[in-house]
């Protein structure tokens, strides 16, 4: 089987039609981590992609394809990340008040794991397309 | 180094390779790492699973490679095309008002740089060392200025594109490169000789009974850079000191050993640069393309 690739593949649903027929509303999320402390390290049991230094082509869950953000690519099950309600494909804005639209993929590592930090607080947009399947069944 | 008469062979077959289906490209389009991987190395030997495996490793990192024009330039080409893909402005030595008066004064003060080997170019007659060198020097001054300029990433990837067309422009470059490893070797040697610290590589680099002062470095080796040898590794350090960029390298006969991934120079500055080649072997450098990172946190 072929090697896992950088980025999880491409999620057809995402790009189906009814994307295109329906409205997508942005929601803004808090999300508080409580990072679990594992030997020496602490873990937020999440995967990032993205950032300025990166190719914004290769995010399969950006709208905008010259969006250089930082994304949410995995979310551990069970883990801190997952039970704070953090989801995947979720864009993160802000880390703690420190923005997260402009940094590298490195600098977006560092401002998640500052070793004295237990808890990391998340400012997220999520694309949201059951709000807009409610509101147009409702109508 | 210096190639025996199968590599030499090898070599004319990747060219005329590269000749027939994309002559003009001295660097290919893009094409998926992995993609790739699996099509030139089938086999079940340890060596095929090691390289293999070096792709793997990449392809956490990059999303797609492009061959570079196998000629004994392939170290230049890749480090410079990598190097203009992602300029946003001029390096510090480049804006030097001095810059283009380098050939000149060096020239002034060593007699033994007459000896310079230029690139012949077919049909023109070749003016004076530092007339021709000057030139050099200013067109890469010229084209580094003019991509570094350009804004957006796919324009800018074009320009570099029409720039590595296998015409003399290009190979231009490259012996204005040679020409700023010369003189930075001389700073090196100088330095060392006053009692200065200078940084290991240095040292190896003049260790070589090949090239134990710069006019050395010049006859038996930069002299031939391009013809009938490339870019060793020792040179590599060279080359990432001339040009103050960090030159990191997948190593993928090396897999599995901390040699791997090695930077040229190995303790960078913060503020240099980084430029990333794959090889399969030190002798021959494609570039990866597409950084798309992920990181478990």
Known sequence: TAAPRAWPPRRPWLRAGLGQ??????TEQRIEIHKLRQGDNLILGFSIGGGIDQDPTQNPFSEDKTDKGIYVTRVTQGGPAEVAGLQIGDKIMQVNGWDMTMVT???ARKRLT?????????????QSLQKAVQQS??? | MYRDEEEIEREKMLLSEANSSEYKLSVSPEMDIMEYCMKEWRGNTPAAKRIRKGYEAVAQKFASIRRIRGDNYCAFRA???QALSQAAQLPRWLQSKDFTMLPENLLSKYDWIKQWQLRQKPGKRMGEIKDEIKEYLILLRKKWKNIS?????????EACDKLFKNEEEEYSLYEALKFLMLNTAIEL???DKSGKRVPVFSWLLFARDTSSNPCQLMHNHLNHIGHSGGLEQVEMFLLAYALQYTIQVYRLYKYSTDEFITLYPNDPEEDWPVVTLITEDDRHYNIPVRMC?????
């Open chain 2, 189 to 191: 040697y100088n330095a």
């Open chain 1, 105 to 107: 993929h490195d600098q």
């Open chain 2, 149 to 157: 300029e350009i804004k957006g990433p796919l324009e800018k990837q």
């Open chain 2, 293 to 297: 990172q992920e990181t478990m946190l």
């Open chain 1, 137 to 139: 069944m409702m109508s």
């Open chain 2, 79 to 81: 480090t410079l095309f």
């Open chain 1, 21 to 26: 027929l329906l409205a997508r509303t942005d």
């Open chain 1, 114 to 126: 500052k070793r004295n930090e237990e808890v990391v607080r998340l400012l997220v947009t999520r």
